[in-house]
């Protein structure tokens, strides 16, 4: 009876070590074909910062809109627009900055400044070769805010 049984967990066991590795080759495949998000995709903090950086220099240049910048503190404006673009593409960021309607208030933006601004960031991921797709997605998670930027 001891043999018959001994001799039949051996199979058993055989099926649940087999269950349990191809379980975790399964999950293995799933992690690394599940799809990078929008930050993986850009190239993480460094290559988004590079991206910021550049767009706020082609704002400084930018005749239509740098005069709403002349009194903004710089570094700080372009961490906050690194840690809210870092989050909002699925990135490890926090955004702790203001929200958009309280950081536009008085300024009274219209749609022109907002377009000059796209625009500037346009320019800026395109020097730094920025895909096309990747830009749109990109700006498809801003230009659900302008609602809260322009006339406030
Ligand atoms: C989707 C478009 C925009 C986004 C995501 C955005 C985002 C931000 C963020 C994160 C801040 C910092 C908030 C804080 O300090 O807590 C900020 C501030 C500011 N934004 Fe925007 N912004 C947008 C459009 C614009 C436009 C179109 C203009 C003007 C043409 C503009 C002018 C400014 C200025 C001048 C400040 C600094 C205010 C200060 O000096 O404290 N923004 N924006």
Excluded: W
Excluded at 9 to 22: E, Q, R
Excluded at 51 to 70: G, P, Q, S, Y
Excluded at 111 to 120: I, P, W
Aim: net charge neutral; aromatic share 4%; hydrophobic share 40%.
């Amino acid at each position: 009876m001891r043999n018959s049984l001994s001799f039949l967990s051996k199979p058993l066991v055989m099926t649940a070590f087999v269950g349990a590795v191809t379980m975790t080759g399964a999950l293995n495949a799933h992690a690394q074909t599940a799809s990078p998000t929008l930050y993986d995709q850009l190239g993480g903090k460094p290559a988004i910062t590079k991206v910021v950086h550049d767009m706020i220099v082609n704002v400084a240049a930018d005749n239509r809109i740098n005069h709403f910048f002349a009194k903004t503190n710089i570094p700080h404006l372009q961490m906050e627009l690194v840690n809210q673009v870092c989050e909002g593409t699925g990135g490890p960021c926090k955004y702790t900055g203001l929200s958009m309607k309280q950081a536009h208030k008085g300024m009274n933006l219209n749609t022109a400044d907002f377009n000059a601004l796209v625009e500037d960031l346009q320019k800026s991921m395109d020097s730094n070769h920025v895909p096309l797709g990747l830009q749109n997605q990109l700006l498809a998670i801003l230009a659900p805010m302008q609602p809260d930027v322009v006339h406030q």
